[in-house]
């Protein structure tokens, strides 16, 4: 964090919070899961490999980045719960996604996926008590409490399964 200034109130944890809804992370989590059993599977099917616009992603490589994302920021929780000190870089989304094989991957097979690690995810945030969850992190360079990290990752979620809803389902 050299030469960067530590920003404690980001714009992105205020989306994160506006999208979240005020409820913790617990329980953000919680109904993340419930939103990924109410996913309709037969319509990604329809829609296949379609994009709303060229150069855009899949909604298979979306999914993987849901996962990519979520354990990325699960390894960087538990960095700071155990107060070990090492701040992971700044990663590329955009080059992540395009060397993804999602594509190659069926829907079924990534939706099982992202509910397993978010019942892995869940757990974690469980297993931590509330020091813990009220550690301040360096994350990027923004200072935010652990929990927010998972409401980040609810947040995100939410985020792109608003993008699923308003610009590819539209294509079946």
């Known amino acids: 964090m ?19 809804e005020g409820i913790d992370h617990t329980e953000a989590l919680a109904l993340s899961v419930k939103d990924i059993d109410n996913l309709d599977i037969d319509q ?3 829609i296949g490999l ?3 616009q060229e150069g855009k992603w899949t909604i298979h490589t979306i999914f993987q980045h849901l996962i990519d994302w ?11 719960a155990r107060a070990e ?8 989304q955009e080059i992540m996604g395009k060397n993804s094989n999602a594509d ?18 869940i757990m974690m945030f469980n297993s931590f008590n509330k020091n813990i969850l009220e550690t301040n992190c360096v994350f990027s360079e923004y200072l935010m409490p652990l929990h927010a ?23 079946v």
């Not at 000190?85 to 590329?92: A, F, I, N």
């Open 2 to 20: 050299e030469n960067q200034e530590v920003k404690k109130n980001p714009a992105f944890l205020e989306y994160v919070y506006k999208l979240t």
């Open 44 to 46: 990604f099917n329809r």
């Open 50 to 52: 379609k994009t709303y």
């Open 70 to 80: 979520e354990r990325i920021w699960c390894f960087t929780a538990v960095i700071f």
């Open 85 to 92: 000190g090492t701040v992971p870089g700044m990663l590329d």
């Open 104 to 121: 190659e991957l069926s829907i079924e097979q990534l939706v099982e996926e992202l509910k397993i690690v978010r019942q892995s995810t």
């Open 149 to 171: 990290i998972g409401l980040t990752i609810a947040a995100h979620q939410i985020h792109h399964f608003n993008v699923i809803k308003e610009r590819y389902l539209p294509l």
